[in-house]
């Protein structure tokens, strides 16, 4: 459980970075890397939810997993780096039509 718990936390925060990365992008004007930052972090913030949705089917198969501070911390990492890039996109928005 601590490896499961492990590559969540790894994924949602490379999400996470890759999300910053693009609003600092998008700050100086270059949305061409901005959007890539963007694909970038989808693509991580997939693969922890990939994870996540691996343990939830594991549970309703009646496979229930120990929940510890760790996977707490885990998910929590997730549900924070969704927000940031959901949040940095709009962000991103506005920098584009500022600059238009």
Same mark, same amino acid.
């Given at each position: 459980?601590?490896?499961?718990?492990?590559?969540?936390?790894?994924?949602?925060?490379?999400?996470?970075? %890759? $999300?910053?990365? #693009?609003? @600092?992008?998008?700050?100086?004007?270059?949305? *061409? &890397? !901005?959007?890539?930052?963007?694909?970038?972090?989808?693509? %991580? $913030?997939?693969? #922890?939810? @990939?994870?996540?949705?691996?343990?939830?089917? *594991? &549970? !309703?198969?009646?496979?229930?997993?120990?929940?510890?501070?760790?996977?707490?911390? #885990?998910?929590?990492?997730?549900?924070?780096?969704?927000?940031?890039?959901?949040?940095?996109?709009?962000?991103?928005?506005?920098?584009?039509?500022?600059?238009?």
């Amino acid at each position: 459980m601590e490896m499961v718990a492990m590559e969540i936390i790894l994924y949602s925060g490379n999400s996470r970075s %890759e $999300a910053f990365q #693009a609003l @600092k992008f998008a700050k100086e004007g270059k949305f *061409e &890397e !901005a959007q890539e930052s963007l694909k970038l972090a989808k693509e %991580e $913030a997939l693969k #922890a939810h @990939k994870v996540q949705t691996n343990l939830i089917q *594991e &549970e !309703a198969r009646g496979n229930k997993a120990e929940i510890g501070l760790l996977l707490v911390h #885990a998910q929590d990492h997730l549900m924070t780096s969704m927000l940031a890039k959901d949040l940095i996109e709009e962000m991103i928005d506005l920098y584009k039509n500022k600059n238009n």
